[in-house]
């Protein structure tokens, strides 16, 4: 059997005392001490760098960047016993379009119009989703009525669209 340990190298560091301070009052989920902070905020930082290169890391990364936002949801929810599909689509286009954007580095124009499909063909998935919500009286979201008041515009100009095409 191979063992697959990772060694533990020692790191010192002198920083400014208001860093310090922030640190050791930072809440970092599976991090007590100070160096336990450091080695995740590490991590983090090394998914960020090398999301950078691959949408898949970078997909994990910006999940990371709303965890806070998704776990505070998790608990609005089980006090609520009410679950927002809206803002979860809004939150998932976000970090896929963000993973989309940051992994890519176009060489040329095909690479450049391959990411503009990916990124217009992401955002007319969202507009999808949004008009499915708005089909019903009631969004399935916090707010039930917040995809009908946006939703006027967008419509509007569908209809336009559909009506200078013939269609």
Known sequence: MVSTA???EPLSARIPSDLYLWLAQLQVEG???NSDKLRVLLGQLKRQHDGAFDFVAAHAWS???VGRLRDALVRVEGT???HSEVLNAVL???ATSLALAISQTPANEQQAAQL???LVRRAFALAE???RQGLTDEAAAYDPGVVKRHMAA???LASTLQTLKGT
């Open 6 to 8: 990772v060694s533990m």
């Open 116 to 118: 503009e499909d990916a």
């Open 63 to 65: 999940r990371d960047l």
């Open 80 to 82: 609520a016993g009410r």
């Open 31 to 33: 991090a007590t001490t």
């Open 92 to 94: 998932d286009h976000l």
């Open 154 to 156: 967008t419509i509007q």
């Open 129 to 131: 989703a949004l008009l």
